[in-house]
């Protein structure tokens, strides 16, 4: 399987998809389960880790427009 967002998050759409067939096995389900849980986990990470970026990015950019602003209000 591939390691991006967007692989894992169809995995866990297949997981859960199957889940939701009565036709499988209880221990079938288990490990399902736990696989999924386990992708969830990880792209509660990854979301985290994006959303931290974004923040660090935005503050950066806001930093550096403040003092573009000041060095204009200079001259």
């Known amino acids: 399987m ?3 967002f967007e692989s894992k998050l169809k995995r866990l759409q297949e997981i859960v998809s199957h889940l939701d067939q009565s036709n499988i096995t209880l221990d079938e ?3 399902l389960y736990e696989e999924g849980m386990e992708l969830a986990l990880e792209l509660r990470k990854l979301l985290d880790e994006a959303e ?5 990015l ?3 950019f806001k930093n550096s ?3 573009d ?3 204009d209000e200079e001259f």
């Open 52 to 56: 931290l970026k974004i923040v660090q």
């Open 29 to 31: 389900s288990i490990k």
């Open 69 to 71: 602003k000041s060095e």
């Open 58 to 60: 935005n503050s950066k």
């Open 65 to 67: 427009l403040k003092e």
């Open 2 to 4: 591939e390691n991006t």
